[in-house]
């Protein structure tokens, strides 16, 4: 944090000289930080070395074998969710990049937002009336 | 102690590096249970606010063995779930260490029976024992600092750099039986003697002396007119061959032909008025081993109903032939015949005709013969060492092979246990999910099977009532009350009032402790971490007077026959006071933490709801079924001892989903403190032992004075009472449901035949039944909701 001075409102200088960003000091530090990692790395597996076995590199289910396969197929409402949970995730970001320059913006740009949120009003709409936020599917006996 | 061992107790030099690698590893353990039993439970309570485990640098229980680096197996170490334990451990990162908690898992402990490992450190290293029965949750803080000690001497980098001694990680070799560990139960030299409990060995009962005792008869009942005309009603209906027994101790007692069984089981279940609607159990008894074969079978099949209206029991008995035809299953009439049947078959090896799945239930995989058949081997240290060679052929089952049908495309199949949190012991739930939600279940049981029931054939009548207290470890002496009063009423034992009040009082702590514990792990269940360390500061409450009033905190074997083994300690009534004045305060904070909080309704309003009809037909009893909306507790209905005299309600549910399941046993919990404190206002003064010293255990004060009670005492104690011949079934309202000791003695000093009807079988059972079509989630709340616990589902 750079001190303020009460008076004027404007930041003022100590006695540490103000950063300038330079190539030479960052090529550093990211070899500085890049050997610090690699030596943990290699530390650990050195003190410690690894031993696998079959049984180790097996899934762990509970204490028993895993079996009849892990490649089944999602249901719909897995798929569902995920896609619905994109579009207004998109919507969000579009409304936060908006929410914070409010005050410079023009009422055309309030009009947009608003068409904006009532095409996805529409569509989250329709995803309800279709059942898309209907969890789980009917059982099959 | 293995050459690593001997390295360990002269550290050599340490380095700097060496010291701060122990040190980190020493003081960031990462604990991983292996929970099975009690043992368990404390292991649990030492990581509450209490004990406070986090000191050991883990606040919680690593969920698997990628994230763990210390295994504490808790508990006893069953042959069906041995394979499970060796793959956690192997499974673990390294460097990894072993804490064997508690007797059963050190050395098999109590349980010297064809089930039980005798001690984990057969199949997988173990670095420290932690002795006791089980463990206090100190003991296991100071089996981890001991732990910590050992981790502080490592020195793991000195193999790493060519220098002698120090080692890397925890022990690497297992124990072997006859090399480096003895499972000789006589100890050493004494190889020429009999091994132990022989004289309780069938088929010569060598050195038994119960045919030198005399007994009276046991006691017996006056049959009401009405169970009379019921006899005879069925007389004249399926003609002859339909007997009824006499004398008997307990409840009317029909003996009825193979090939009319099913139809009078058929008639009983579905008369108009007053029907026999609950199967309370289907159990056999292996008559292959009596004093007197004279007129008896092979086999009966022993039928126990319950007929709600009339608040009475009827016992069929079905004799069969060894290799003759099988009698026809009963699971068209009640779809809970099904682990009943399934049992007997496993157990005796007795065929049901026209049942779908007969599949073995409780004996692990490709077990020899028959558990509970005379000749079969009864003492684990009797048999072959269980070694690793072992473990392969003991793996557990396919889940496909469980589920019996083939899989959709669009399914997945899930284990779901046998070791994880949600099940509440060593269970496995089959799953196959639509997304997440279940279309078809099943459930493996078998993973706790103690062959407890085996056990109680070569242990005498006294020595038996340890064993009860660890059937449900939760519930302590309401255990022993089962099976001391079936006991009872068999030989015809009076109880003093003041003896018959600790009882009482005792069990509604236990009620309570058990209760507490629900709440706990049911929220817990739901994802809500804080109320299991409230509600176990209560629990300690309670088990400190227990200990305080017993001796023991979870397993206190209180009670013996005709009585309890001692007179209240000074100060009880202090203790039971200050408990009585703060809890009702705590009770109303919980249920405040959860009262319209929306997500625990969400998880649990709706929920798996059971109704009334359903839940009579399943054999679902105990706080379960009043969930239901059935207005039926043992307590009330059949009552015992000094219960007609108390003031208390039942509470009742209404939807029976989990969440009335909830309410009523909150409610029950104030119930239970009402009648604690009726009892310790009122406690009648008295003797707390009957003065019957033909079974009792007479007064050790007076032993030591008077030459009878010496050898009262010293025979009873010994080779233990000679009971009466015949049978006797008792239930009591056990915490969980209705708890029943079904004893059949042959004349000797030990039961010639235990079953226990244990309330978790039929209680879990249902969910087979109900849970389809809910999801995984509704599972788990579901499980956490029905309170059921392993050894007294698997006994």
Not at chain 2, 707 to 714: A, G, N, P, Y
Request: proline share 8%; hydrophobic share 40%.
């Amino acid at each position: 944090m750079t001190p303020i001075d009460a008076a004027s409102g404007a930041a003022t200088t100590t006695a540490m000289s103000p950063w300038e960003p330079g190539g030479m000091a960052l090529t550093v530090f990211a070899l500085l930080v890049g050997a610090v990692v690699v030596v943990l790395l290699l530390l650990t597996r050195y003190v410690n070395p690894a031993r696998t076995s079959p049984e180790k590199d097996r899934p762990y289910e509970c204490g028993v074998i895993p079996t009849a396969g892990h490649g089944f197929r999602y249901p719909a409402p897995f798929a569902l969710v995920a896609m619905a949970f994109l579009v207004f995730d998109v919507e969000t970001a579009f409304l936060y990049a908006w929410a914070v320059s409010f005050e410079k913006l023009t009422p055309a740009s309030f009009a947009g937002i608003c068409v904006f949120i009532g095409v996805l009003l529409g569509s989250l709409w329709y995803l309800w009336q279709k059942g898309g936020l209907q969890w789980g599917a009917p059982v099959k006996r | 102690m293995g050459r690593a061992g001997e390295e360990m107790m002269r550290p050599p030099q340490p380095n700097a590096v060496d010291l701060a690698v122990d040190w980190c590893r020493a003081n960031s353990l990462w604990p991983f249970f292996f929970g099975l039993s009690c043992c368990f439970v404390e292991e649990a309570t030492a990581f509450t606010s209490r004990y406070d485990i986090a000191r050991f640098g883990s606040e919680v229980f690593r969920g698997s063995p990628r994230q763990s680096d210390v295994l504490i197996v808790s508990g006893t170490i069953f042959k069906k779930v041995a394979p499970a334990v060796l793959r956690l451990y192997e499974q673990m990162a390294g460097p990894k260490w072993v804490i064997s908690m508690g007797s059963c898992s050190n050395t098999g402990g109590m349980y010297d029976v064809y089930s039980v490992v005798q001690g984990v450190d057969q199949i997988l290293p173990v670095d420290i024992y932690v002795p006791g029965c089980p463990p206090r949750p100190e003991a296991l803080l100071h089996g981890l600092m001991a732990l910590q000690e050992r981790v502080k001497r490592e020195r793991p980098l000195r193999p790493l750099l060519g220098l002698p001694g120090g080692v890397q990680g925890g022990r690497t070799e297992h124990l072997v039986d006859g090399v480096s560990k003895s499972m000789d139960t006589r100890g050493p030299g004494f190889a020429g003697s009999l091994a132990r409990g022989t004289a309780a060995a069938p088929p010569h009962f060598e050195g038994n002396r119960s045919r030198l005792m005399w007994t009276p008869p046991a006691a017996r009942i006056e049959v009401t007119q009405r169970d009379r005309t019921l006899a005879e009603t069925l007389a004249e209906r399926f003609g002859p061959g339909i007997e009824q027994q006499e004398p008997v101790s307990d409840m009317l007692t029909l003996s009825v032909p193979r090939e009319k069984a099913h139809d009078v089981l058929a008639f009983l279940k579905t008369r108009p008025r007053s029907p026999y609607r609950r199967l309370e159990d289907v159990t056999a008894v292996d008559e292959s081993a009596r004093q007197s074969r004279e007129g008896r079978p092979d086999f009966h099949l022993v039928y126990t109903l319950l007929n709600f209206r009339e608040a009475a029991r009827l016992r069929l008995k079905v004799p069969l032939a060894k290799d003759g035809p099988a009698p026809d299953s009963v699971t068209d009439l009640w779809e809970s015949a099904d682990w009943y049947e399934r049992e007997v078959h496993d157990m005796f090896g007795v065929g049901f005709a026209g049942h779908k799945r007969l599949r073995p239930l409780i004996a692990p995989p490709n077990w020899p013969g028959h558990p509970l058949l005379k000749g079969h081997p009864r003492r684990a240290t009797l048999m072959k060492p269980f070694t690793r060679e072992d473990l392969p052929a003991l793996e557990p089952v396919d889940a496909l092979e469980l589920l019996g049908r083939p899989l959709d495309d669009e399914e997945m199949l899930l284990n779901f246990g046998p070791h994880h949190y949600g099940t509440h012991g060593v269970m496995r739930y089959v799953l196959a999910l639509h997304g997440e939600t279940i279309n078809a279940m099943d459930i493996e049981i078998g993973y706790h099977h103690r062959g407890v029931e085996k056990i109680a054939e070569h242990q005498h009548w006294h020595q038996f009532i340890p064993y009860t207290d660890r059937v449900d470890y939760l519930s302590g002496v309401a255990n022993n009350l089962s099976y001391v009063m079936a006991v009872e009423q068999l030989a015809g034992i009076r109880v003093t009032d003041r003896a018959w009040a600790i009882r009482v009082m005792l069990c509604e702590f236990f009620r309570l402790s058990n209760h507490l514990l629900f709440y706990g792990t049911l929220v817990q269940d739901l994802g809500q971490m804080s109320a299991i360390f409230y509600s176990f500061r209560e629990r300690e409450m309670v088990l400190d007077i227990i200990e305080t009033i017993t001796g023991g905190r979870l397993h206190p074997s209180w009670l013996r026959l005709g009585g309890v083994a001692q007179d209240l300690p000074a100060g009880w009534k202090d203790m039971v006071d200050r408990f009585i004045k703060v809890f009702p305060a705590r009770i109303k904070t919980y249920e405040a933490l959860f009262k319209d909080n929306p997500i625990f309704e969400a998880r649990t309003k709706g929920v798996t709801a059971v109704t009334r009809e359903q839940a009579m037909d399943w054999g679902i009893s105990g706080p379960n079924l009043r969930a239901c909306g059935v207005d039926w507790d043992l307590r009330k209905k059949m009552p015992y001892g000094p219960y007609p005299s108390l003031n208390f309600d039942v509470p009742t549910g209404t939807t029976g989903d989990c969440h009335d399941r909830y309410l009523v046993r909150m409610e029950e919990m104030r119930q239970s403190l009402r009648i604690i404190e009726q009892i310790a206002a009122d406690m009648p003064p008295g003797p707390v032992a009957s003065p019957d010293s033909r079974y009792c255990l007479p007064d050790k004060a007076r032993s030591l004075k008077d030459i009878e009670s010496v050898i009262h005492h010293f025979v009873n104690v010994s080779r233990g009472p000679t009971m009466p011949r015949g049978e006797c079934y008792h239930a009591t309202e056990a915490p969980r449901g209705e708890q029943g000791y079904y004893v059949v003695s042959d004349g000797l000093t030990t039961p010639y035949r235990l079953h226990i009807r244990s309330p978790g079988y039929a209680n879990v059972q249902a969910a087979r039944f109900f849970t389809p079509g809910h999801t995984i989630p509704d599972l788990v709340a579901t499980l956490a909701s029905l309170d059921y616990i392993l050894p007294d589902i698997d006994r």
